[in-house]
């Protein structure tokens, strides 16, 4: 048996707590889309040409929860991100979708995980052989802190799951052996998680998907940096007008993300943005403008100083879609994923850094240059652990 067949006919399965949002939906769609044509989604993914032992990306299937009484179908109707061309011909497909509720609020945080975990079951018995990964979808929360918490038991009693269901469905998945995408800004990546991770052998990445603004941010401070060109300021503006944008207007929610956006550039530099004037001078706005719904726009200012200190300056103008830009990025962390489960990788992969705009584990690559090339070695790590573990290689070496 070639590595190919040992590893294909396991179809990866999208388990998405936030199903039926912007993003969720896209992503259904964009699934449904790939077994008919492919050529509409494929080209956008990073990782069309890898993981030859995967099963092809137009297998991929998607389930998951939500917390709205939508159909999948008129979900996507609501976001408008879709015109009606590109569902249309996928709308039986679309009503089809696994969908379930999240766990009733009357019960506790224990409850909640067992209920999840029960669900994922009930995923998987419908799709057997599918390799499953959860991709946190859900809005960006005000965070708890629970970092103190030494063992599940202590985090059983103290974690919150009605402000905070990121933590039970994450839970849930690692319990399960499921490996988790944290595409959200909430901080799920505490140490006792991260722990129970580790000794189930279950892959972690997160925090809060890189797609428009910050991913092009990053790409111009490591273009900055390697020429020694000093920033000395950089103000940042979104509008957007979809859910996640109304839902930051709240300052708590929205606490996390702008955190993830600020504190990127500084790390990048390796000096703090501002410094002369003793306040920094990285400044991050978010505005929620109806208008747009998910057609959002960025704007950048960015002063840097050359030779002899003098200033120049660049204006960047991104008029971008939030989840067009997101799903493609979802696709591949799913494939990530599975990979680096079959890779025998657990815990946090600080290497997809790449992806994220907080990346979470030891010392996460920073530069643009530097999280292209952990994307390599990472991919190299896989199949060479992969092909040396498959039937074939053992046969041989036995
Ligand atoms: N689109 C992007 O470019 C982008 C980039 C980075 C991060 N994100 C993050 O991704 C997440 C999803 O974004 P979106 O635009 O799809 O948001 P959204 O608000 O459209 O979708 C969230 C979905 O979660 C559902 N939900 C709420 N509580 C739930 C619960 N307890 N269980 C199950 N479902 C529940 C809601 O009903 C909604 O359908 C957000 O946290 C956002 O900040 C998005």
């Given at each position: 048996m070639t590595i190919s067949e040992f590893s294909k006919s396991q179809p990866l399965l999208l388990l998405v707590a936030g199903v039926k949002g912007a993003v969720g939906t896209t992503l259904t769609v964009a699934a449904a889309t790939m077994r008919y044509n492919p050529e509409m989604v494929l080209p956008n993914l990073v990782t069309a040409d890898k993981f030859p032992y995967l099963e092809p990306s137009q297998a991929i299937q998607v389930a998951g929860w939500d917390?709205?009484?939508k159909t999948p179908l008129e979900a996507v109707k609501l976001h408008g991100v879709l015109k009606k061309d590109l569902w249309e011909p996928h709308k039986d497909e679309l009503d089809l979708v696994q969908t379930k509720k999240p766990p009733p609020a009357s019960l506790d945080f224990q409850g909640q995980v067992e209920q999840l975990q029960q669900d994922i079951q009930t995923f998987r018995d419908h799709y057997p052989g599918g390799r499953a990964v959860l991709i946190n979808l859900l809005p960006a929360c005000v965070q708890q802190d629970l970092t103190h918490c030494k063992s599940l038991s202590q985090l059983y009693s103290e974690a919150d799951p009605t402000?905070?269901?990121?933590?039970?469905?994450?839970?849930?998945?690692?319990?399960?052996?499921?490996?988790?995408?944290?595409?959200?800004?909430?901080?799920?990546?505490?140490?006792?998680?991260?722990?129970?991770?580790?000794?189930?052998?279950?892959?972690?990445?997160?925090?809060?998907?890189?797609?428009?603004?910050?991913?092009?941010?990053?790409v111009l401070a490591s273009a900055l940096k390697a020429r020694n060109l000093i920033v000395d300021g950089w103000y940042s503006l979104n509008i957007l007008g979809n859910a996640d944008g109304k839902n930051l207007m709240d300052p708590e929610r929205a606490a996390g993300k702008l955190t993830n956006k600020t504190e990127i550039l500084d790390e990048i530099l390796g000096y703090n943005v501002g410094e002369r004037y003793g306040v920094s001078s990285h400044k991050v706005q978010i505005d929620y403008y109806p208008p747009r719904g998910d057609a959002k726009e960025a704007w950048d200012v960015i002063d840097f100083l050359g030779l002899f200190g003098l200033p120049m300056s660049i204006r960047l103008n991104l008029?971008?879609?939030?989840?067009i830009l997101a799903v493609p990025l979802v696709l591949d962390l799913g494939r990530w994923m599975v990979a680096l489960q079959m890779a025998a990788r657990s815990g946090l992969i600080p290497e997809l850094g790449f992806y994220y705009k907080q990346p979470v584990g030891h010392k996460p690559p920073q530069t643009f240059q530097a999280q292209v090339a952990k994307l390599r070695e990472l991919e190299l790590e896989c199949n060479q652990k992969i092909e040396a573990d498959s039937p074939s290689t053992r046969l041989r070496t036995s």
């Open positions: 917390a709205s009484e402000g905070f269901p990121d933590l039970s469905y994450t839970l849930a998945a690692i319990l399960s052996g499921v490996p988790v995408v944290n595409f959200t800004p909430n901080e799920v990546e505490i140490p006792v998680i991260i722990s129970e991770a580790q000794k189930r052998g279950v892959p972690m990445s997160g925090r809060d998907g890189k797609t428009g603004q910050t991913y092009l941010k990053v008029q971008g879609r939030d989840s």
